[in-house]
């Protein structure tokens, strides 16, 4: 068997293909995983700064202000009509219950 190949080296070619996909697949799933985890943090950020602006849009009313409305509506012949003009005073573009207490 002169002139015959070893085995092992006909099974170099494969195993050197083999390796590179290999290597290829791990490359590409830690550039994934990278990519992943970096969109994640963008969009945990932009959803905080999301929620901080609805909770800025929105009016804070303290217990006080809820029991002054609540207290106006007992004595007039429409109180749910009352309790929601009385808490309307602090709604809208501009306005806030904290700035209408100052």
Known sequence: MRGATPRWRRHLAPAAVVLAGLGL?????????AAYSRNERKLLTEDGRLVAAILRAVPVY????????????????????AFRDSLRAGVGPGRRAEQRRR
């Open 25 to 33: 697949a791990i490359a590409l799933v830690i550039g994934a995983a």
């Open 62 to 81: 303290s217990r006080a202000d809820l029991q002054a409305a609540v207290n106006l509506a007992e004595g007039v012949r429409h109180p749910a009509a």
